[in-house]
């Protein structure tokens, strides 16, 4: 069995054509993967990354796939079947949020779509791609889900995007144990939970106390890192996990006051104007 998991495999990314699927990338062209397939709703930047990274001799093509249509998904998986075979790699990475209380959220626009592309189409596209990783014992295969630090702490104006992140862990983690109890050793699951990450997703965002914003680069890197490894659960920064480890053992009332006036968890999507 291959070594390294991105050495001669297709990897093939949701939200690839900027930000941190771009990293992902540029990271698999760099690690010599035999070929990259390119995710995104917006086409025209998807191609020229690919052309972009083509120039290193591996194959990226780009494919225009609207992720929060089942339908889309469908077809876009039939076609880098067609052109390359099936995925080795997948990296679920597409994601939008809506940053105000939940009842100015838009039931069709905020909730359904960031529920579509947040959960359901990283849940539409592993279940495309896994028969395929099952059967192929032949080199280890990776999925990589990235979910946020929001999908483990509650925090106000992000309700829909908290719940759409939560989800992603635990089916992530329920699919993780299942190949386990099932002997498909050759594939792991890693989900990634960071903080606010500088994209410009989260613009207007402030990191809690301890807690930076994360450069994009160094994100991604844990990221990779991680899915390399097979690591369940990458978190960062290390906050992370002290607020698990705390809102789980404090009382609730306790935690709620630490959380607003302490740490200024509650009060970090205040400032909010996310990428217009």
Not at 41 to 50: H, Q, S, V
Not at 79 to 88: K, S
Not at 133 to 157: C, Q
Not at 252 to 263: E, G, H, P
């Amino acid at each position: 069995m291959t070594e390294n998991p991105i050495t001669d495999a297709l990897v093939l990314i949701t939200g690839a054509a900027r930000g941190m699927g771009e990293l992902y990338a540029r990271r698999a062209v760099a690690a010599r993967a035999r070929a990259v397939a390119l995710w995104d709703i917006d086409e025209d930047a998807a191609t020229a990354l690919a052309a972009d990274l083509s120039r290193s001799g591996v194959d990226v093509r780009a494919y225009r796939v609207d992720v929060s249509q089942r339908e889309d998904i469908v077809t876009g998986i039939e076609r880098v079947r067609a052109d390359f075979g099936a995925p080795d790699v997948v990296i679920n990475n597409a994601g939008i949020v809506r940053g105000t209380p939940f009842w100015e959220h838009d039931p069709q626009r905020d909730i359904e779509a960031t529920m579509r592309i947040n959960t359901l189409a990283a849940m539409w596209l592993t279940r495309e791609v896994l028969p395929d990783m099952i059967a192929d014992t032949s080199r280890p295969k990776r999925i990589l889900n990235i979910a946020s630090a929001a999908g483990t702490l509650a925090n106000p104006n992000m309700s829909v995007y908290a719940a759409s992140k939560w989800a992603m862990i635990g089916w992530g983690e329920s699919v993780r144990l299942e190949l386990e109890a099932y002997g498909h050793q050759h594939i792991r699951v890693t989900t990634f939970c960071p903080s606010y990450v500088s994209t410009g997703m989260f613009e207007g965002a402030r990191g809690p106390l301890l807690t930076p914003i994360l450069n994009p680069r160094t994100a991604t890197s844990a990221a990779w890192n991680g899915m390399l490894r097979g690591t369940p659960l990458v978190m960062r920064p290390w906050t992370v996990k002290l607020s698990m480890a705390l809102r789980g053992l404090l009382p609730t009332n306790t935690w709620d006051f630490l959380a607003r006036y302490v740490f200024k968890v509650y009060s970090s999507m205040d400032q909010f104007t996310g990428r217009h």
